[in-house]
């Protein structure tokens, strides 16, 4: 007679010793040193995007065809401009790789989106020709 079969419980590789803080911190540094490989350095990259943001923002502001962020906060089509500009930034920092190319594309297209959509709502002309 065979016993009946029971489910393996899934395991995390967690030991009891270690939380899941130090195995996601461990995670985090050992990916990091892979993407300062590929990307260059963080706190030059993240400075470069934020000098980048700053004058689309300006740009935004004074050219007036693209909304500044409502009311100080970062809606959907600045968080995925801000994105595209940090994909700018490590094809200028890092070494090239299609990763960079690909997501530029889709977070442009999503601004995009996020962008049409809010000129049909606050420009209903624009929008009927949009």
Known sequence: MSKPRTKKKKTTGITPQ?????DLLTSAAQISDVRQQTHGSFSFNVGITGKLYKVFQEACIDGGTIPDALDG????????MFMVLNKISRMACGEPNDDDFVDGCNYLAQAGEELLEWWKVNSPNLGEEL
Request: a positive charge.
């Open 18 to 22: 270690r939380s899941i803080r130090q």
């Open 73 to 80: 906060q970062l809606d959907g089509f600045h968080a995925c």
